[in-house]
């Protein structure tokens, strides 16, 4: 049963490709359309943030941690006329991204913090297709992007001495102290777009702005710049208007 239906899922694909087999992405067309898949998303300098310098490097060890999350939304599409090369393509898109951080001491406390923030991601980008094909295929990416952060507090603490303190009374305290950021970044993809409509592409991006803001504390954390970054690998689908 389990072998059955992936293969009924992608037998369906193939058909409604066979019978919507009308070539895409034709010079000066317009069209709408949806995406989803994964990314690998990492936050630096966390370490920064909450070890004061002052403390021997010696006496603990730490790790950053990237996350895998998800993505997806819908996109709007226009190649250019007079066979140019270049297409632009909105999207508004959904996702969870962030990032961990890892702290073991010579005491043995181990502890471990989670940013699994949530975002409204809003972007445009410039599609370059430089073997200049008439319908689709390969292409290259780039574009900035506005991600607003509508789960600010998403974080989560767990540690292996909850005796130092409940770890839900620690997290419910780092929420208060450490609120994520709306991020302004720059992506650079590339990707593949089929003549029936499907399209597949990588991306990465690079945020230029501060991911976490930290609040008034009494844990000795500072403000300081953590920027973040990640992959995406997503798989969409092209609709003529």
Not at 210 to 219: M, P, R, W
């Amino acid at each position: 049963m389990n072998s059955i239906l992936p293969m009924t899922i992608i037998a369906c694909l193939l058909f409604a490709a066979t019978l919507d087999a009308q070539d895409r992405y034709e010079h000066g067309d317009y069209y709408y359309g949806f995406k989803a898949g994964v990314n690998y998303a990492s936050i630096n300098e966390i370490k920064t943030t909450i070890i004061r310098p002052f403390f021997p490097e010696d006496t603990y060890t730490t790790a950053e941690k990237s996350r895998f999350g998800y993505s997806g939304g819908l996109f709007f599409y226009y190649r250019f006329e007079n066979e140019s090369a270049l297409a632009i393509q909105p999207e508004v898109t959904y996702g969870t991204q962030g990032g961990g951080f890892e702290y073991t001491d010579i005491n043995d406390l181990e502890y471990t913090i989670n940013f699994k923030y949530q975002y409204l991601h809003v972007g445009t980008f410039l599609k370059v297709y430089p073997f200049n094909e008439y319908k689709g295929g390969f292409h290259l990416a780039i574009g900035p992007q506005l991600s607003f952060n509508i789960e600010n507090d998403k974080l989560t603490y767990k540690s292996n001495m909850p005796d130092l303190g409940p770890d839900l009374q620690i997290q419910q305290n780092l929420r208060d102290v450490l609120k994520g950021e709306t991020i302004f970044a720059v992506g650079l993809g590339a990707g593949y777009e089929f003549p029936f409509g499907m399209n597949v592409e990588a991306r990465y991006y690079y945020g230029l702005s501060d991911v976490i803001e930290t609040q008034a504390n009494g844990y000795n954390f500072i403000e300081n710049t953590n920027r973040s970054q990640a992959f995406q690998l997503t798989l969409g689908w092209a609709i003529p208007f």
